[in-house]
């Protein structure tokens, strides 16, 4: 053998045995990438299983009427919590405590009954003498203070409105009260 006969079988030899390793790793790497795609798939078989029972166990949950119980008595914590009635109801009372206190000579004689307060929304229903008692004040009647008045200075309502009012009697006339409750501080 020459020289370049050596030089070619050892360039082929050379080649042969690139050409084998490239192979080699080739198979290996299709190996790798199928055992990475079968653990990939197996775990997500797993997930979807898991997530399957833990939403039939949230479907059996929102399904117990003890779940929406719950619901709303947390609704009704949060709201609570938020809201100072702690300060607010002090002010509405000293409110009924100057109108039980009014002179029942008068002539600005208020009565109220059935006073409902809630979350968003105050409404009282009364008997005034006059509707002036309602809308304006009277310095003659020992600094009376009219009943919209009154209600004006609390600082956590709003949108004050005399819904309706009709003559009961000669001397009377019924009354509704609303306010739209307020509070910046819960918010």
């Known amino acids: 053998m020459t020289k370049s006969q050596k030089k070619i079988k050892g360039g082929g030899e050379q080649t042969f045995r690139l050409l084998v390793i490239l192979l080699i790793l080739s198979v290996l790497w299709l190996v790798f990438l199928k055992v990475s795609v079968f653990l990939l798939q197996k775990q997500i078989n797993e997930n979807r299983e898991s997530l399957q029972q833990q939403e039939q166990q949230l479907t059996a949950y929102e399904s117990a009427t003890s779940y ?31 109108i039980k206190n ?42 009376f203070k009219a009943l919209l008045e009154r209600f004006q200075e609390l600082d956590f309502i709003k949108d004050i409105t005399i819904r309706s009012y009709n003559r009961a009697s000669d001397r009377n006339f019924e009354f509704i009260l609303n306010a739209k409750v307020i509070d910046n501080d819960w918010k």
């Open 68 to 98: 929406d119980k719950f619901l709303l008595v947390n609704d009704l914590e949060e709201r609570i919590t938020e809201m100072p009635w702690f300060e607010h109801i002090p002010k509405i009372l000293q409110i009924l405590q100057d």
């Open 102 to 143: 009014l002179d029942p000579n008068s002539d600005d004689v208020i009565t109220l009954s059935d006073f409902n307060v809630s979350l968003d929304e105050i409404t009282l229903k009364g008997r005034v003498s006059t509707l002036k008692a309602l809308y304006y004040n009277s310095p003659t009647s020992w600094g």
